[in-house]
């Protein structure tokens, strides 16, 4: 199983699943991220969190918490 946060800069990954319960997944959700949608990891932070991610074409920053939580392919 890969994750988001086994994803390199530079690289596109697409979400196959959603993992977590309640409201961390739906957070997730309403950041953009579901099933089928495509994902290039900008930047990632000198100490390694947070990930600067390009979602449906803006910006967003996510902890790696939360990137171990979106599985991709």
Same mark, same amino acid.
Do not use: F, N, W
């Given at each position: $199983?890969?994750?988001?946060k086994? +994803?390199? %800069?530079g &690289?596109? #990954?697409? !979400?196959?699943?959603?993992? *977590? @319960?309640?409201? +961390?997944? =739906?957070r997730? $959700?309403?950041?953009? /991220?579901t099933?089928? +949608? @495509? /994902?290039? !990891? =900008?930047? /990632? #932070? ?5 990930? &600067?991610?390009? !979602?449906? *074409?803006? &910006?967003l920053? %996510?902890?790696?918490?939360? #990137? @171990? $939580?979106? @599985? +991709?392919?």
């Open positions: $199983m890969k994750t988001l086994d +994803v390199k %800069v &690289e596109t #990954a697409t !979400v196959t699943r959603l993992h *977590g @319960e309640g409201p +961390v997944k =739906r997730i $959700m309403d950041m953009g /991220i099933k089928g +949608v @495509e /994902i290039l !990891v =900008r930047k /990632i #932070a000198p100490l390694g969190d947070p990930m &600067e991610l390009c !979602v449906r *074409g803006y &910006e920053s %996510v902890r790696k918490g939360d #990137a @171990e $939580m979106i @599985e +991709v392919q």
